[in-house]
């Protein structure tokens, strides 16, 4: 699993180049970075406040680089799988030709899931849902169909290992995107650790 950084193109290049876990930039609404020369995704900022028409103008102004887009959070409503459900009905079509990812809410193991017109699931909601066995459920259903898989909010060496080992394909985190001392932490806990030789008792 590696980490899509919601920064600067600058900065996402010097990240990749200290982390071997940073592959891509996250771009919102919110941010306006640059997409810098790498894959990059864009998300739609809901979890602080979605502003559809600055989405379409962000979608609109990364156009030239499309083929490097790895996909595009439709609009959700936090919490509400089936609101979003609704949204993601009357809102993908405005989206056409780029690759889709649905975020899945609270709730949504009880939801059908629009597999046909999506390109990748990007686990939302919740701490207590993320976390829980029906969003990993569905990270698998994605993967038996060849989904992309995405995780939000991903801070913590516990909840990269978490996810990692459930062979997401990409995560991302607001506090690792801005805090040096979190990615250390992620990177420590990968670094190979020591066997403990086996004491030899004396005959």
Not at 21 to 41: D, E, N
Request: with cysteine.
């Amino acid at each position: 699993m590696t980490f899509l950084i919601d920064q600067q193109d600058s900065r996402v290049v010097d990240l990749s180049g200290r982390y071997p876990f940073v592959s891509g930039q996250l771009l919102t609404p919110l941010s306006r970075y640059l997409p810098w020369a790498g894959p990059f995704a864009v998300d739609n900022g809901a979890w602080s406040s979605c502003d559809v028409p600055a989405l379409k103008r962000l979608v609109e102004r990364v156009k030239p680089v499309r083929e490097r887009c790895v996909w595009v959070a439709v609009p959700d409503v936090v919490g509400s799988a089936r609101r979003t459900l609704e949204v993601f009905d009357q809102l993908a079509y405005q989206f056409h030709g780029w690759p889709l990812a649905l975020v899945c809410q609270d709730g949504q193991e009880d939801l059908p899931i629009p597999w046909t017109n999506i390109d990748a699931v990007f686990i939302g909601g919740s701490t207590e849902w993320k976390m829980s066995q029906h969003a990993t459920h569905i990270l698998k259903a994605a993967q038996l169909l060849g989904k992309h898989t995405h995780v939000g909010r991903v801070n913590t060496p516990q909840r990269f290992a978490h996810f990692a080992g459930l062979g997401v394909d990409t995560c991302d985190g607001s506090g690792a995107s801005r805090y040096d001392w979190m990615l250390d932490a992620i990177a420590d806990s990968l670094k190979p650790r020591p066997l403990l030789e086996a004491s030899c008792v004396g005959e």
